[in-house]
């Protein structure tokens, strides 16, 4: 019987993915003084979707050969590497896209947040697990209200590993009080399904435009559980649940 919801933020119950995307790809325009276009930098940005900024930075940077511009601004921002300088100037951007309510609340999730709140009203206990840091996620749980539809809230802060380790998992499977096996994961990238699979636990995953083709060509969940249409999320997560008696 599932006991617990966990729930994966960027992409799945807002999406921030498109707004990181687009923070990146204005960073890496900055740093290539406009040799880049951002439909390019997006295409690769899809390749990456829940690393950890370090990866993504990194391989951003290899892609595209702005390692000696962001070496560059590394005493703009204080830091010592590159990839440090290139993520400074990417949450820069990102920065402006959380300080205007009105676009994050226009990127929300809503079939994936009426599973939330059906999930609570059920008295299933409910977690987050994001690789999201700390402080933007603590700022787009205030903006969209939900700090306090979570039981417990676990960040890239709070883990030594990122997705696809099942780290994070654990450590709210922990928190929660729960067995792996009676919880359910909602997510939406290759990442994320792995690290839910490997901390022995249920999954579903719910696709965007980032991640619709490599979640079917990794095939490390079955068809049935990979969500395409979020108007199926609500009945799909009925039948999961149903299933695990």
Known sequence: MI??????????LVQTEILKAKSYAEAAIQLSENRLSES????????VVGLSRREVAIHLMNEFGLQNAAQKR????????????FVQL?????????????????????????????????????????MSHCEQTGK???????KNMFDFVATRDDVDAGKPDPEIYLLVASQLQM?????LVIEDSVN?????????????AVTSDFTRESVHKSKVLDEKWIIDHPRRLLATAEQRMAEIL
């Not at 006991?3 to 799945?12: N, R, S």
């Not at 067995?179 to 919880?183: G, I, N, S, T």
């Open 3 to 12: 006991k617990a919801a966990i729930f994966d933020l960027d992409g799945t």
């Open 40 to 47: 390019e930098i997006i295409a690769a940005f899809k390749n």
């Open 74 to 85: 590394m005493e703009d921002f204080g830091v010592t590497t590159p990839w440090q300088a």
């Open 90 to 130: 990417r949450l820069k951007v990102y920065q402006t896209f959380l300080n205007e309510p009105a676009i994050l609340k226009s990127y929300r999730c809503p079939y994936n947040l009426d599973l939330l709140k059906t999930v609570r009203k059920k008295g299933l206990k409910t977690g987050l697990a994001t």
């Open 140 to 146: 787009v749980l205030d903006i969209l209200e939900l």
């Open 179 to 183: 067995k792996p096996e009676v919880c």
């Open 192 to 204: 994320g399904i792995k690290a839910a699979l490997s901390a022995g636990m249920n999954c579903l």
